[in-house]
């Protein structure tokens, strides 16, 4: 977390503007880096595999992905699988559908994935956030914890509080602080161990927690703390199946997208992108300059169903903002590098691209402000390829 601004700008730097490193951007079937990067990296591809340390930031995106050495700063990542077997200098994001984390992760851990392993030989010195179908504690966890999933099982160590609501718990390790647990079924077995107090609802009601509770620990049935109806039973299922949902219907619009509007993306990532400040200039104009058109022109009866299409138009394209920019970005990067990628290559690097944007997002007020930037800086690209110069400038004065 010492360094959000840093990997918020950088980000920004590295999808949007002129200044991407093309040397540090990879994709195709199948990426393997076993040379040290003394940047950022970035890539996207069938299968991933990175053996050899990165000095900053890894942002990578495919099927299948091998970390196998150091990261040294924020490592964003999304993929079928994931294994972690390099030490993470600072925070790691990642989304997939399983995801193995086996080595110290130095800052916080915020992951989302159909099976979430924090394994033996790892150590996460921050907090963690976790969401899954199953999310499984091995190793140690420095800071607080916070779980939903169908299933949760701690045969590790927490050093801080534990929040967890789930399907199902299973508590066989450690928790030094304040456990709040709820759960369909609790499960405390022979190793658990609570330092701290414990607040609990269950089916059952009162559970026997044995030798579990240390030093005068107390452990209090909730009733407040109920799930109403059935949600426990889904609630696991539902984070996972909300998350492919979501990300099958983004596919879904990027193909519609990039297909029918697949010159305006190509005309704008050619002649739009190349002065990435008048491009936020353009951008502004749009995301505050449309707003205004709507108020005047519901100020007269003649223009209200004017003002009602803008509208109805301006809400759309907001909506859809990181989905518009992601593939603008990824026509940007094949026309920057005289690619000749396919229709289906072009929308699984734009897909990619969202994917790691909503990581981005993820940071803490930085994150938002990324987005924004990212956004402005594409939808001015948009406007800049389509409304002479000539025009903006007596526009603007």
Same mark, same amino acid.
């Given at each position: 977390?010492?360094?959000?601004?840093?990997?918020?700008?950088?980000?920004?730097?590295?999808?949007?503007?002129?200044?991407?490193?093309?040397?540090?951007?990879?994709?195709?079937?199948?990426?393997?880096?076993?040379?040290?990067?003394?940047?950022?990296?970035?890539? $996207? =591809?069938?299968?991933?595999? !990175?053996?050899?340390? @990165?000095?900053? /930031?890894?942002? +990578? &995106? #495919? *099927?299948?992905?091998? %970390?196998?050495?150091?990261?040294?700063?924020?490592?964003?990542?999304?993929?079928?699988?994931?294994?972690?077997?390099?030490?993470?200098?600072?925070?790691?994001?990642? $989304? =997939?559908?399983?995801?193995? !984390?086996?080595?110290? @992760?130095?800052? /916080?851990?915020? +992951? &989302? #994935? *159909?099976?979430?392993? %924090?394994?033996?030989?790892?150590?996460?010195?921050?907090?963690?956030?976790?969401?899954?179908?199953?999310?499984?504690?091995?190793?140690?966890?420095?800071?607080?914890?916070?779980?939903?999933?169908?299933?949760?099982?701690?045969?590790?160590?927490?050093?801080?509080?534990?929040?967890?609501?789930?399907?199902? %718990?299973?508590?066989?390790?450690?928790?030094?602080?304040?456990?709040?647990?709820?759960?369909?079924?609790?499960?405390?077995?022979?190793?658990?161990?609570?330092?701290?107090?414990?607040?609990?609802?269950?089916?059952?009601?009162?559970?026997?927690?044995?030798?579990?509770?240390?030093?005068?620990?107390?452990?209090?049935?909730?009733?407040?703390?109920?799930?109403?109806?059935?949600?426990?039973?889904?609630?696991?299922?539902?984070?996972?199946?909300?998350?492919?949902?979501?990300?099958?219907?983004?596919?879904?619009?990027?193909?519609?997208?990039?297909?029918?509007?697949?010159?305006?993306?190509?005309?704008?990532?050619?002649?739009?992108?190349?002065?990435?400040?008048?491009?936020?200039?353009?951008?502004?104009?749009?995301?505050?300059?449309?707003?205004?058109?709507?108020?005047?022109?519901?100020?007269?009866?003649?223009?209200?169903?004017?003002?009602?299409?803008?509208?109805?138009?301006?809400?759309?394209?907001?909506?859809?903002?990181?989905?518009?920019?992601?593939?603008?970005?990824?026509?940007?990067?094949?026309?920057?590098?005289?690619?000749?990628?396919?229709?289906?290559?072009?929308?699984?690097?734009?897909?990619?691209?969202?994917?790691?944007?909503?990581?981005?997002?993820?940071?803490?007020?930085?994150?938002?402000?990324?987005?924004?930037?990212?956004?402005?800086?594409?939808?001015?690209?948009?406007?800049?390829?389509?409304?002479?110069?000539?025009?903006?400038?007596?526009?603007?004065?």
């Amino acid at each position: 977390m010492k360094n959000l601004s840093r990997l918020a700008f950088s980000a920004i730097l590295i999808l949007s503007i002129s200044s991407f490193q093309t040397k540090n951007f990879k994709s195709g079937e199948s990426i393997l880096m076993q040379t040290p990067i003394a940047e950022n990296f970035y890539a $996207v =591809g069938g299968t991933v595999t !990175i053996n050899a340390p @990165v000095l900053g /930031d890894l942002v +990578v &995106a #495919g *099927g299948t992905l091998f %970390i196998n050495d150091t990261i040294h700063h924020d490592v964003l990542a999304a993929g079928g699988t994931l294994h972690l077997n390099g030490v993470v200098g600072e925070d790691l994001r990642c $989304v =997939g559908g399983q995801v193995h !984390i086996n080595k110290d @992760v130095m800052g /916080d851990v915020i +992951v &989302a #994935g *159909g099976q979430v392993t %924090i394994g033996k030989n790892s150590i996460v010195h921050g907090r963690l956030l976790a969401s899954g179908g199953t999310v499984k504690i091995e190793g140690n966890v420095m800071g607080p914890v916070n779980v939903a999933a169908g299933e949760f099982v701690l045969n590790g160590t927490l050093k801080d509080e534990l929040n967890a609501k789930c399907g199902d %718990i299973t508590i066989n390790g450690s928790v030094a602080g304040i456990s709040t647990l709820v759960a369909g079924d609790i499960k405390i077995g022979n190793k658990a161990s609570f330092l701290g107090d414990v607040r609990y609802w269950d089916k059952e009601g009162d559970l026997d927690f044995g030798s579990s509770l240390e030093g005068g620990v107390i452990a209090t049935f909730d009733p407040n703390l109920a799930i109403d109806g059935e949600g426990w039973k889904i609630l696991g299922f539902s984070t996972l199946f909300g998350i492919f949902w979501y990300l099958g219907a983004v596919l879904v619009m990027m193909l519609l997208l990039g297909y029918f509007f697949r010159n305006t993306f190509k005309k704008a990532a050619a002649t739009g992108m190349e002065d990435p400040g008048k491009s936020i200039g353009y951008g502004f104009l749009f995301v505050f300059g449309i707003p205004v058109l709507v108020m005047i022109s519901f100020l007269s009866l003649v223009g209200i169903p004017a003002g009602l299409i803008l509208l109805g138009f301006y809400l759309a394209v907001v909506f859809f903002a990181a989905t518009i920019s992601s593939l603008l970005i990824a026509n940007w990067i094949q026309w920057k590098n005289e690619y000749q990628w396919p229709f289906w290559k072009l929308i699984l690097v734009a897909f990619g691209i969202f994917i790691c944007l909503k990581l981005i997002s993820l940071i803490p007020f930085l994150g938002w402000f990324a987005m924004l930037a990212v956004a402005l800086v594409c939808f001015g690209a948009i406007m800049k390829s389509f409304w002479p110069e000539k025009l903006f400038l007596k526009s603007t004065y």
